[in-house]
C-alpha cells in the first residue's frame, strides 16, 4: 500500500507508530520499522542521556527509518535536543503541545522532516506555515494530551485546510485496517496508532498497564487534567476521578506533572520491575480503543495485519 506518506517517509506500510512518552522505547520503535512502518521514539519523559541511548539502541536493531517525539512545551534546550536527534540518526522529528517553530530550519538543513500534532485545524495551518512537513490530525478519542474533536470531523476538515500543501495522518481511535482504510477515503495518507502498541510484548510499561488495556472496554477512559496540567485521555483511575471530583484547578503544566509524581500516581517511563506502582492511582494515557484490544500481539504482527485488512477493506468497497 503506496501513499504520499510511504514516499515522504521511505516506508513499506502508512502505518506511524505513536511516539508515547513512556511506551514507545527502542525495542517497540524498531519492531514496527522493520515490519516496514515508521517507528517513533517516546523521548517526552526521558533525560538527554537517555534519549541518546534510546536512538542507538534503535539504531543498533534497525537500519529502518524512524523518528523521535518530543514535546515542544516542555522547559528544555530544544536546539541541543533536536541536535541529538539527527546525530543519532533518526529521519523525522515529532513536536507536540504546540509548533516547533525555533528549530524548524535546523532540522531541514540537516535532511530531517518535522512532523507536529494538532487538534485544530489552526494548529494545522501554524504547522505548515512554520515549514512542518507533515501535520498529525489528532481527535479527541486518542490517548495522551488531546483535544475536543474527534477524529472523523478533524480529519477531512485538516485535509481540506493544508492537504494541498503537506501530508495528513490521521490519528485517535485507530486500531485495525478498518480504521486505516477510513483514514484514506477522509483524505488522510496514512495513520498514527497508540493504544494497540501499547498491547505488545515489546512495548514498555508498568505492571497493570497492558492488563488495564486489555479488559478496558470503550468506556474505560476519561479526560483528566489530574496528571499533567493538561487535557490528557488516559485509563480510568480512582486518582483521576477523585481529581475531576473534586473541583480542584490543576497546576500549569509541568506543575501537576511534577505534583503526580509527588503524590505517587505517576511512574511514566517505568518497567515490570518499578515498584510501588498502584494501578487505582497510575498515569496510564490510553485512548477509545481499549475496548477493541482483546489480547497482547507483537507488534511487528499487528502492523503486517492492519495494512492487509485495510487493502482487502479498500478492494471490497472498490468491487461493490
Known amino acids: 500500500m503506496q501513499t504520499a506518506l510511504t514516499e515522504k517517509l521511505g516506508v513499506r506500510h502508512p502505518i506511524m507508530l505513536a511516539g508515547m512518552g513512556g511506551v514507545s522505547y527502542h525495542r517497540l520503535v524498531a519492531a514496527v520499522s522493520?515490519?516496514?512502518?515508521?517507528?517513533?521514539?517516546?523521548?517526552?519523559?526521558m533525560g538527554d542521556e537517555e534519549m541518546v541511548a534510546e536512538i542507538a539502541a534503535v539504531r543498533e536493531l534497525t537500519d529502518k527509518p524512524f523518528g523521535v517525539d518530543l514535546l515542544t512545551a516542555a522547559p528544555q534546550d530544544m536546539p541541543s535536543k533536536v541536535q541529538a536527534i539527527i546525530d543519532g540518526g533518526a529521519s523525522v522529528f515529532v513536536a507536540g503541545l504546540g509548533v516547533p517553530r525555533e528549530v524548524v530550519d535546523q532540522c531541514h538543513e540537516?535532511?530531517?522532516?518535522?512532523?507536529?500534532?494538532?487538534?485544530?485545524?489552526?494548529?494545522?495551518?501554524?504547522?505548515?506555515?512554520?515549514?512542518?512537513?507533515?501535520v498529525v490530525a489528532q481527535g479527541t478519542e486518542a490517548g495522551g494530551h488531546t483535544g475536543r474533536v474527534a477524529t472523523m470531523p478533524l480529519v477531512p476538515q485538516i485535509?481540506?485546510?493544508?492537504?494541498?500543501?503537506?501530508?495528513?495522518?490521521?490519528?485517535?481511535?485507530?486500531?485495525d485496517g478498518r480504521g486505516l482504510a477510513a483514514a484514506l477515503a477522509l483524505g488522510a495518507v496514512g495513520v498514527w496508532v497508540g493504544?494497540?502498541?501499547?498491547?505488545?510484548?515489546?512495548?514498555?510499561?508498568?505492571?497493570?498497564?497492558?492488563?488495564?488495556?486489555?479488559s478496558s472496554d470503550e468506556t474505560g477512559t476519561l479526560v483528566t487534567r489530574a496528571y499533567t496540567g493538561k487535557t490528557c485521555r488516559?485509563?480510568?483511575?480512582?486518582?483521576?476521578?477523585?481529581?475531576?471530583?473534586?473541583?480542584?484547578?490543576?497546576?500549569?503544566?509541568?506543575?501537576?506533572?511534577?505534583?503526580?509524581?509527588?503524590?505517587?500516581?505517576?511512574?511514566?517511563g517505568g518497567d515490570e520491575d518499578t515498584p510501588d506502582v498502584?494501578?487505582?492511582?497510575?498515569?496510564?494515557?490510553?485512548?477509545?480503543?481499549?475496548?477493541?484490544?482483546?489480547?497482547?500481539?507483537?507488534?511487528a504482527e499487528i502492523v503486517e495485519a492492519m495494512a492487509a485488512d485495510a487493502e482487502a477493506v479498500l478492494a471490497a468497497l472498490a468491487g461493490s
Do not use: W
Open 34 to 45: 522493520e515490519a516496514g512502518g515508521f517507528g517513533c521514539l517516546g523521548a517526552s519523559t
Open 278 to 299: 498502584d494501578p487505582d492511582k497510575e498515569f496510564m494515557p490510553a485512548g477509545q480503543a481499549v475496548g477493541a484490544i482483546p489480547a497482547l500481539l507483537p507488534a
Open 110 to 134: 540537516q535532511g530531517l522532516l518535522v512532523v507536529n500534532m494538532c487538534g485544530k485545524v489552526h494548529h494545522a495551518v501554524d504547522a505548515v506555515d512554520a515549514g512542518c512537513d507533515i
Open 195 to 214: 493504544t494497540r502498541f501499547i498491547a505488545t510484548p515489546e512495548a514498555r510499561a508498568v505492571n497493570g498497564f497492558k492488563d488495564r488495556i486489555v
Open 159 to 175: 485535509v481540506d485546510a493544508v492537504g494541498s500543501e503537506v501530508p495528513v495522518v490521521a490519528a485517535g481511535g485507530i486500531f
Open 234 to 268: 488516559v485509563l480510568a483511575t480512582e486518582y483521576a476521578d477523585a481529581f475531576e471530583r473534586s473541583g480542584e484547578k490543576p497546576e500549569p503544566f509541568p506543575g501537576q506533572f511534577l505534583r503526580s509524581l509527588a503524590d505517587g500516581a505517576n511512574h511514566l
